[in-house]
């Protein structure tokens, strides 16, 4: 299911693409531009209410770790802290992925006519840094038997996980892998078709792109192999 939306979705820009540039001449493509402080705007606020979601969950799980449960309410005690945990994470990472974008797309664009809605960006991803900081610390609260401060490296945090976690942890990662490679490797395509079709060169884009699409195959198979 995931690959036939994605598959449509590219089928859909790229004809979006073709369409404005070839039959359309870049009208589409102009007016967003025209009215870009607006799209940094929304942005801004979508972000900003998803970060505030994700700090009113971050004030919910602090109330829930200093709460004392029966052994017999423990497992779904700790079932609930880390399901809003991850929701914490997840909003913290959306909201990250929001401002990122607005900020280097509203620099190319508005940073002459409107740098304070760009600046704005950039302070909220500072803030996101400092929040990060401190939900490592809520992840040391949750689990204080397992010493999590100790922890230097990914892998450390690894081998303090069971083997429930550890599988949990394999099968997400095996999505994510399997989703980023073929959106990246969609995403090179498109840059290709939108630097023929507008005349505006995208190789600096396609060339780290292809880097990194490189990189995630030669460290996820080299793993793989290893611990074979």
């Known amino acids: 299911m995931m690959k036939l939306i994605g598959t449509t979705g590219f089928l859909l820009m790229v004809g979006l693409i073709v369409y404005d540039n070839i039959w359309n001449d870049g009208i589409i493509f102009n007016r967003i531009i025209e009215s870009y402080d607006l799209v940094i705007i929304l942005l801004n606020v979508v972000g900003s209410l998803i970060l505030i979601i994700g700090i009113v969950l971050w ?14 309410d423990e497992d779904e005690h700790n079932t609930n802290k880390e399901r809003i945990y991850s929701n914490i994470t997840l909003s913290i990472r959306i909201a990250f992925a929001i401002f990122l974008f607005a900020t280097a797309t509203g620099f190319i664009v508005l ?7 760009v600046f704005y960006a950039l302070i909220m991803i500072g803030i996101i840094f400092i929040v990060q900081q401190g939900l490592a610390l ?9 010493k999590l401060e100790e922890i230097r490296s990914p892998e450390d945090l690894f081998d303090k996980m069971d083997d429930g976690e550890k599988y949990v942890m394999l099968k997400a990662y095996y999505k994510a892998y399997n989703i980023v490679s073929p959106v990246l490797s969609f995403s090179i395509m498109l840059s290709a078709l939108y630097s023929t079709f507008t005349g505006i060169s995208q190789i600096f884009s396609i060339f780290f792109m292809t880097l990194l699409l490189i990189a995630i195959d030669v460290i996820y198979l080299k793993t793989v192999k290893d611990n074979m």
Do not use: A, C, N, W
């Open 138 to 146: 809520i992840m040391v609260k949750m689990y204080p038997e397992r």
């Open 59 to 72: 004030f919910k799980l602090k109330k829930l770790i200093q709460q004392t449960v029966s052994f017999e």
């Open 111 to 117: 940073r002459d006519s409107h740098p304070g809605i």
